[in-house]
């Protein structure tokens, strides 16, 4: 979810997500399909296939942008960033916690670059489980860094193993 200015009627993330799962088997293909739609807004799509494709639909109303991988990786929180959308993403968090989008998203690209293609699950894994200040927490959760917002999830996705890794609730204590 990312709250937006730009909402209005058309499909849900939900149903464009159910339509590309049941359809789509490429990220190109899938693309074509969501710019084909009129979407509600509020939200993005992250989108990998197994040749390793990757891509952000970020979905507004009226404007979508698309984030490309530039350097084996892509990255996505609760915010905007293409140029045709971040004007337009608001920050709906108490006064004290807003900007942690921002510094999440900032605090994984910094891992991931100074990583520099040595990533494995155990080191995803770690930087899901990761706490921090309140502008930069990974993993959120009442007592670190976050009293009124909960990671609710985290996704770890490995395309071309065709594996998918989740953890329900706080990584940190949840396997």
Avoid at 41 to 51: P, R, S, V
Avoid at 84 to 89: G, I, N, V
């Amino acid at each position: 979810h990312v709250s937006s200015l730009d909402v209005g009627v058309g499909l849900p993330r939900y149903a464009i997500m159910m339509e590309i799962l049941e359809h789509h088997d490429n990220v190109s293909s899938a693309l074509d399909y969501i710019r084909e739609n009129q979407h509600t807004g509020n939200g993005t799509i992250t989108l990998l296939d197994a040749e390793g494709d990757m891509a952000v639909y970020e979905a507004g109303n009226t404007i979508s942008g698309t984030i490309r991988s530039e350097e084996g990786f892509i990255v996505s929180t609760n915010h905007f960033v293409s140029p045709q959308l971040s004007e337009l993403w608001k920050d709906r968090n108490k006064q004290e916690f807003q900007g942690n989008s921002i510094g999440r998203y900032a605090k994984v690209r910094k891992e991931l670059q100074e990583a520099k293609g040595e990533v494995d699950i155990r080191w995803a894994k770690g930087l899901m489980t990761s706490h921090g200040n309140p502008q930069n927490a990974i993993c959120r959760h009442v007592g670190v860094a976050a009293p009124n917002s909960t990671t609710i999830s985290s996704i770890l996705l490995l395309p071309g193993e065709k594996q998918l890794h989740i953890s329900n609730g706080s990584p940190c204590t949840n396997s």
